[in-house]
């Protein structure tokens, strides 16, 4: 077995095995190779010429005020069903672990596909990072101002809310790429002094998936004024529920990193 970076030449196996690993549409792995893909960093490994697992670590600072940090998200970490079980994962991790600290990123983060994955990543030395989740079963009556945000423009919002708190800084492809599964939006509640903030969300049928909300549920009205929900699933900061995942590489060390977006 061979372990190394994916180059262009792999794409058609790469988003094979993608679609074997999550079965996710054509639409959706297209969506990932032409927006994130070519600012990411792949790995993986080949047997007999046959590419077996993946794994791809998307460029990204953490930061917290003035302090700032390079981390890379580890995303899409999928093995093929006929070589699981055999440690191929680990090895995977371990190679790219090995060549991000050769080119000094400070961090890994990730988040598991599934809380029973939770156990076997500690094992690689992750430790869990914490948000707040909430289920609405009654969503709230609708009330204040809603607009529509371009990344660019949410990116600059979602910083200027999180200045004060260690989270993941998005960059615009991150951002475009989640702009693929969920719209972005500033919320106003109409108040004097008006708080505000903002949310990444999409509709999921009758429930109202907030991704991220800014700087609480507070605003969570606005946001239903421009899609409205008669339930709500939401995610925001603080709390204390496992959600991503953080190893340090170095010691540019934050306390309990805020990470919204899992891309799912």
């Known amino acids: 077995m061979r372990l190394r970076k994916t180059n262009p030449g792999d794409l058609p196996?790469?988003?094979?095995?993608?679609?074997?690993?999550?079965?996710?549409?054509?639409?959706e792995i297209e969506a990932f190779f032409a927006i994130s893909y070519p600012t990411a960093t792949g790995f993986c490994a080949e047997e007999d010429g046959r590419l077996i697992a993946a794994a791809y670590a998307l460029p990204q600072e953490l930061a917290w005020g003035e302090k700032s940090c390079r981390s890379a998200y580890l995303y899409a970490v999928t093995t093929h069903p006929d070589f699981r079980r055999r440690g191929i994962c680990a090895k995977?991790?371990?190679?790219?672990?090995k060549?991000?600290?050769?080119?000094?990123f400070d961090c890994l983060t990730l988040v598991p596909a599934m809380d029973a994955l939770r156990a076997y990543y500690e094992t690689l030395g992750f430790v869990s990072q914490n948000a707040a989740f909430f289920d609405e079963g009654g969503a709230p009556e609708a009330r204040g101002v809603c607009e529509v945000l371009t990344p660019a423009e949410y990116a600059g919002l979602r910083e200027t809310v999180l200045y004060d708190l260690p989270h993941v800084r998005y960059g615009l492809s991150d951002l475009r790429y989640q702009a693929s599964m969920s719209g972005f939006y500033r919320l106003e509640l109409g108040k004097i002094p008006a708080p505000f903030g903002g949310a990444g969300a999409h509709p999921?049928?009758?429930?109202?998936?907030?991704?991220?909300?800014?700087?609480?549920c507070s605003v969570l009205p606005a946001l239903l004024k421009q899609l409205p929900a008669k339930q709500c699933r939401v995610r925001t900061v603080g709390g204390s529920t496992p959600f991503a995942m953080c190893k340090w590489l170095s010691d540019a060390r934050m306390p309990d990193v805020y990470l919204a977006f899992d891309f799912g």
Request: aromatic residues 10%.
């Open 13 to 27: 196996q790469l988003k094979a095995l993608w679609a074997l690993g999550f079965g996710d549409t054509e639409q």
């Open 204 to 216: 999921d049928g009758e429930t109202l998936v907030v991704d991220e909300i800014l700087p609480d």
């Open 92 to 97: 995977l991790l371990a190679y790219a672990e």
């Open 99 to 104: 060549e991000l600290t050769k080119r000094y």
